[in-house]
Nanobody, 126 residues
């Protein structure tokens, strides 16, 4: 059974940093593209970042996080990370990681992803 477990969320002041982790079990992370999405109250789920399978040579970012967030992966640890710097109050949301069994470029569309975690709350105070 596949499980994706996010951790690292919390409360941080604007301008601060957080590092989210997504630990995968029940699958071989190397053959999955991975993505991070977020959802704020009353809003639709939003693409944040994605990384290609295997060595993760291809990465994509949502326009609102470009230059501030970095996605990375450690296949030996079956874990994907999202480093978030220069956080803003508008980054407040529940953050989800997701896995997509594909060797193509990673998708920006949530419906392309096969497995999802339960999410971790990130709150940025002004």
């Amino acid at each position: 059974q596949v499980h994706l477990v996010e951790s690292g969320g919390g409360l941080v002041q604007a301008g601060g940093s957080l590092r989210l982790s997504c630990a995968a079990s029940g699958l071989t992370l190397r053959v999955y593209a991975m993505g991070w999405f977020r959802q704020a109250p009353g809003k639709e789920r939003e693409f944040v970042a994605a990384i290609s399978w295997s060595s993760g040579t291809v990465t994509y970012y949502g326009d609102s996080v470009k230059g501030r967030f970095t996605i990375s992966r450690d296949n030996a640890k079956n874990t994907v990370y999202l480093q978030m710097n220069s956080l803003k109050p508008e980054d407040t949301a529940v953050y989800f990681c997701a896995a997509d069994r594909t060797v193509a470029v990673p998708s920006l569309r949530s419906y392309d992803y096969d497995y999802w975690g339960q999410g971790t709350q990130v709150t940025v105070s002004s």
